[in-house]
């Protein structure tokens, strides 16, 4: 079955780095788009970052310039490299997976979920 594994995340301070990893496995990564959400206390689970199965690539407003999305087809693997951290980024991260051709933004079409991984950034 298709399993989604994120792991990185952690307590930072404001303005560091971290970089999310998300391991897939039981699909054909190729073939399928990706995508990091957030969710943050209180909150609905909310799109950050998304790459096609040609690369392509789209942002959240609130992350653009400061985060980047890639993905290793070889190595089944999607990556979040996030800079500049600010206090408003804490969240539970999670990697997500639909069969599709150019990222959306859409929580409810996302095929397959990974279990999340944590993210706090202090001021």
């Known amino acids: 079955q298709v399993q989604l594994v994120e792991s990185g995340g952690g307590l930072v301070q404001a303005g560091g780095s971290l970089r999310l990893s998300c391991a897939a496995s039981?699909?054909?990564?190729?073939?399928?788009?990706m995508y990091w959400f957030r969710q943050g206390p209180g909150s609905a689970r909310e799109f950050v970052a998304g790459?096609?199965?040609?690369?392509?690539?789209d942002y959240a407003d609130s992350v653009k310039g400061r985060f980047t999305i890639s993905r290793d087809n070889a190595k089944n693997m999607a990556y979040l490299q996030m800079s500049a951290l600010e206090p408003e980024d804490t969240a539970v991260y999670y990697c997500?997976?639909?069969?599709?051709?150019?990222?959306?933004?859409?929580?409810?079409?996302?095929?397959?979920w990974g279990q999340g991984t944590q993210v706090s950034v202090s001021s």
């Open positions: 997500g997976v639909d069969i599709g051709f150019l990222v959306h933004h859409n929580v409810n079409k996302i095929n397959y």
């Open positions: 790459i096609s199965r040609s690369g392509s690539t």
């Open positions: 039981g699909l054909t990564f190729s073939t399928y788009v």
